[in-house]
C-alpha cells in the first residue's frame, strides 16, 4: 500500500533531531578541545620566554577569573581586582612548573581559590563550620532549581551570606560549570567533601531565600 505523501514521517523527523544533537554535542566537544590547545600553546611559549604570549593569555582568562573573585568577596570589586592581579602574578611566578595535563581552567581557579582564602584567613581566624560535621547526602537534586528561579542580585546576597567553604563550591559549580570531581581538585578536598559542601551550601541558600524578610 503506497503511503499518504500528506502523512508527516515521525521517525524520520526524530531522527533528524537526534542526529543534529549528536552534531552539536561533538561541536561543543571540538571547541572545548581548541580552547585546551590554544592554552596549551600559550602556555608553552610564555615558558620559551615570549611576554605577549603571557598577556594574551590573561586578556583570555581575565573576566573569568574575576568574575570568580567578585563573588567570592561578597561584591566587593575593588578587593576583587586586587586578588584577580595576584592570582596571575602567582600565575607567572609557577608557569614554569606548569605540566600540559588537564585544563588549564580548573589550575588557575586553584590558584584564585587559594589566592582569596590566603587573604581571608589573614583577615579573620578559622571558624569552624559545624555543618561540616554532619554526614555526606546522596542526593543533590535538592535546591538547584532555586539557583534558576530567583533573581540573580538576590542569589548573590545570599551566596554571599554562605561560609567560605560552601560558597567557593556553590560559585564553582553554577558560575564556572565546574563537575564536582574538578571542584574537589581546585579546593584541594575530596570528593566526598566536595558533595557534602555542595548540598549544605544549597541547603542553606533555599532557606535564605525562603525567608519572607530576606526576600523583602
Known sequence: MQKNK?????GKIKSFWTVLLLILCK???????????????????????DPGAFETLVRKHYQNIYQFCVRRC??????????????????????????????FINFLLTIAVNTCNNHFKKKSP?????????????????????????????????IDRLPDIQKEVVILRFYHD??????????????PTA?????QGLDKLKRYLDKEDFKA
Open 27 to 49: 561541536v561543543l566537544y571540538v571547541r572545548k578541545q581548541v580552547m585546551n590547545i590554544e592554552d596549551y600553546i600559550l602556555i608553552r611559549r610564555i615558558q620559551n620566554g
Open 178 to 191: 565546574r563537575k564536582l570531581k574538578e571542584i574537589a581538585a581546585i579546593t584541594g578536598v575530596s570528593l
Open 74 to 103: 561578597n561584591g566587593d570589586t575593588a578587593l576583587a581586582a586586587d586578588l584577580t592581579q595576584d592570582t596571575f602574578l602567582k600565575l607567572i611566578e609557577h608557569i614554569q612548573q606548569y605540566r600540559l595535563t588537564g585544563k
Open 126 to 158: 578559622d571558624i569552624v563550620d559545624m555543618d561540616t560535621l554532619s554526614a555526606v547526602p546522596s542526593n543533590l537534586n535538592i535546591s538547584e532549581e532555586v539557583l534558576r528561579q530567583e533573581d540573580a542580585k538576590i542569589i548573590q546576597q545570599a
Open 195 to 199: 558533595k557534602s559542601r555542595l548540598k
Open 6 to 10: 500528506g502523512n508527516i514521517d515521525l
